[in-house]
């Protein structure tokens, strides 16, 4: 198993731009989360999924999108990126709530 | 707002004693509480998770809920160089799905 994998690894967005972060899981898991970690501070929840068709917005969830059209690919889109939104972005997928792998991460700056 | 709190650090400790990291949380309704490493650059891992009925021993590593105080350890014991990372307390929001994360504690295991 991959486990749970990220792309792009880093990027630079200008401001104003446009990107999907992809994340993708081969463990057939059902729940699905985007979290951002800003320097020296915990992990904020984006969005989350718990299966296919289904999402709902975390604690952050303004200027993101995202999708979950099947089990194993969870997109985050940004529109109008900002410096705000500069951060490392992690996809973490779990079977249940309580065991959450994470993807490697991206690391994403706006200028 | 729901909150987790941990202290910053760094929790400086020799090689083969004990480090005891602490969290506080404000929802005395959480059932579920984590811990997870982090080292530096890398993504989170789960180290382990314990529910509100009672504490768990795995390996060195110890989990223990306060419920009446609110606070939730992890102790490690004969620490060892290759703990010393970021660790990261989670509880439960209420939502089983949704995790709130604190900040870390960064812990350093000296020679």
């Known amino acids: 198993n991959a486990g749970v994998t990220q792309t792009p690894k880093f990027r630079i967005l200008k401001i104003g731009q446009s990107m999907t972060l992809q994340c993708a899981q081969d463990?057939?898991?059902?729940?699905m989360y985007w979290y951002r970690q800003d320097p020296g501070m915990g992990l904020k929840l984006i969005y989350y999924s718990v299966g296919a068709g289904i999402t709902d917005k975390g604690e952050v969830p303004n200027g993101y999108n995202v999708s979950r059209s099947t089990t194993e690919d969870f997109p985050l889109r940004l529109e109008l990126a900002a410096p705000s939104q500069t951060s490392v972005y992690f996809c973490a997928s779990g079977k249940n709530p309580n065991e959450q792998f994470f993807g490697p991460g991206t690391r994403l700056t706006v200028l | 707002q729901k909150e987790v709190e941990q202290n910053s650090g760094p929790l400086s400790v020799p090689e083969g004693a004990i480090a005891s990291l602490n969290c506080t949380y404000s929802d005395r309704g959480s059932q579920s509480f984590f811990w997870y490493r982090q080292y530096s650059g890398k993504s989170p891992e789960l180290i382990m998770f314990i529910y509100s009925n009672g504490d768990k021993e795995d390996g060195r590593f110890t989990a223990q809920l306060n419920k009446a105080s609110q606070y939730v350890s992890l102790l490690i014991r004969d620490s060892q160089p290759s703990d010393s990372a970021t660790y990261l307390c989670a509880v439960d929001t209420g939502t089983a799905s949704k995790l709130t994360f604190g900040t870390g504690t960064r812990l350093q295991v000296t020679l």
């Open positions: 463990m057939n898991h059902n729940y």
